[in-house]
């Protein structure tokens, strides 16, 4: 019903700056919050950054002052801005979106493939 596809990642040297995008599709009528999660090898998965359709952020605290999330409403797009890459941020990084699915007003969250981000010199 609704897709999400991420693009951006990939190797990055530390202090690296990339940005990932996330396009959602589908059978949409609004959409909640759109976030960005990461799973590290033999770790859990965990929040990164997540906004709201008014543009309310929150972060993980060890990317506080260093990534950036924003959003498009009317493509329906989430950006991660990433800053200062460190070697421990390197993680498959999922897209995530809080949907009210159209014809529906069912909400329902969606998942993106996930894109890896590897730092490393």
């Known amino acids: 019903q609704v897709q999400l596809v991420e693009s951006g990642g990939g190797l990055v040297q530390p202090g690296g700056s990339p940005r990932l995008s996330c396009a959602a599709s589908?059978?949409?009528?609004?959409?909640?919050?759109m976030g960005w999660y990461r799973q590290a090898p033999g770790k859990e998965r965990e929040l990164v950054a997540r906004i709201t359709g008014g543009g309310r952020t929150n972060y993980t605290d060890s990317v506080k002052g260093r990534f950036t999330i924003s959003r498009d409403n009317a493509k329906n797009t989430v950006y991660l801005q990433m800053n200062s890459l460190k070697p421990e941020d390197t993680a498959v990084y999922y897209c995530?979106?809080?949907?009210?699915?159209?014809?529906?007003?069912?909400?329902?969250?969606?998942w993106g493939q996930g894109t890896q981000v590897t730092v490393s010199s």
């Open positions: 995530n979106a809080v949907v009210v699915v159209a014809g529906t007003l069912i909400i329902r969250e969606y």
């Open positions: 589908g059978r949409i009528f609004s959409i909640n919050v």
